[in-house]
């Protein structure tokens, strides 16, 4: 689907693929709110943001692609709810679980906001139990705690 903000989220993707933090900040809102469902977590403005950028990229050089079953779509509201795809290997610590070096794949959902034609809010949903198995893991020691 067409829509006006559809060239702010290309340039966001791009930038994040590239871990450019300054270019991915760029795109997002001074007041925006990021929400990990699964480990409970939240991010508030552009310093949460990169805490939350850098503890993806450090942990999985990691990279959202779109893949062919993948969609978007646009509410009414002007937000936007897209699934996509995570891929990255564990090269840095993840919630206190050492690297392992495994590859590791996943799809997610995120609900994206949006205020003054820039990134508001991010919710993500994602299978953590799932992508703890891939690490070959239990558990995460930092989320047990």
Partial sequence: MNHPL??????HLAAENAHDLPGTLATLHPDCLFEDVATGQTWHG?????????????????????????RSFW?????????ATFSGRHVGDFF???PTGRDISFRFAVFIGFRDGLMLSERFYYDLAGLTRQLGATGLPALAA
């Avoid at 559809?6 to 340039?11: A, C, E, I, V």
């Avoid at 805490?51 to 050089?61: D, K, P, Q, V």
């Fill in 75 to 83: 509410c009414e509201d002007g937000s936007c709810v897209s699934q």
């Fill in 46 to 70: 552009h310093a949460g943001a990169a805490a939350h950028y850098l503890h993806w990229w450090n942990a999985f050089g990691v990279t959202v692609s779109r893949e062919a079953q993948d």
């Fill in 6 to 11: 559809q060239p702010l989220l290309h340039r």
């Fill in 96 to 98: 206190g679980l050492a």
